[in-house]
């Protein structure tokens, strides 16, 4: 069974600076997903970034990118210039590639961000 | 595009009683619905896997009796929560995907108290 691990269950960081987020994940498969998902209060999941793990490029999104890590099933995410905005929950996650197959989460990181 | 909502998103029953969540994709068609549980700061628990047409796919230690889940359309699946206790307060939140996609799109969620 898939496993995922976030060993952080808080984070600070001053507003403007730059934090990473650690995530390590355990899979026999070659061919998967991995998400970092952000839950701010409102507790609505939002989508920060995705990976494909066939993919070598780290993936990018404005202020957030990651370090994927595929031999050592590693995927941490960095957010630059991190902003207030940016306090949540962050939850990472791991998807086979089969369709319709189920998301396995981390137990999440708390984000503040302090001004 | 890719909306899902969730109705209600609060709701107070007595124990005893029956609430019903709907979850529906309001532009697009899910093959697929989650259905998730989540308590106070701690990650999401998978619930059960529901697939248009046919019985959802409960998790291990989640009562099928208990929790109904239905999936009778490619845009409307629901979660009955039958003679409710007060440990049944929770968030409820559904997600959906389509096939050939590698994310899910998530509802806003569901506070479910149970007085």
């Known amino acids: 069974a898939q496993t995922v691990t976030q060993s952080q269950p808080e984070m600070s960081v001053q507003e403007a600076e730059t934090v990473t987020l650690s995530c390590t994940y355990d899979?026999?498969?070659?061919?998967?997903?991995l998400f970092w998902y952000k839950q701010p209060p409102s507790r609505q999941m939002i989508l920060v970034i995705r990976q494909e793990a066939y993919k070598q490029q780290n993936a990018t999104e404005n202020r957030f990118s990651v370090n994927f890590q595929k031999a050592a099933k590693s995927f941490s995410l960095k957010i630059s210039d991190s902003q207030l905005g940016d306090a949540a929950m962050y939850f990472c996650a791991y998807k086979r590639e089969t369709s319709g197959s189920r998301l396995t989460f981390g137990e999440g990181t708390q984000l503040t961000v302090n001004p | 595009g890719a909306v899902v909502s969730q109705h209600p998103s609060w709701v107070i029953c007595k124990s005893g009683t029956s609430v019903k969540i709907e979850c529906r994709s309001l532009d697009f068609q899910a093959t697929t619905m989650f259905w998730y549980r989540q308590f106070p700061k701690q990650s999401l628990m998978l619930m059960a896997t529901s697939n248009e047409g046919s019985k959802a796919t409960y998790e291990q230690g989640v009562e099928k009796d208990k929790f109904l889940i239905n999936h009778a359309s490619l845009t409307l699946s629901t979660l009955t929560v039958t003679s409710a206790h007060p440990e049944d307060s929770s968030f409820y939140i559904c997600?959906?995907?389509?096939?050939?996609?590698?994310?899910?799109?998530f509802g806003p969620g569901t506070r479910l108290t149970v007085t």
């Open positions: 997600s959906a995907s389509t096939p050939g996609q590698g994310r899910q799109y």
């Open positions: 899979t026999s498969e070659s061919d998967y997903y």
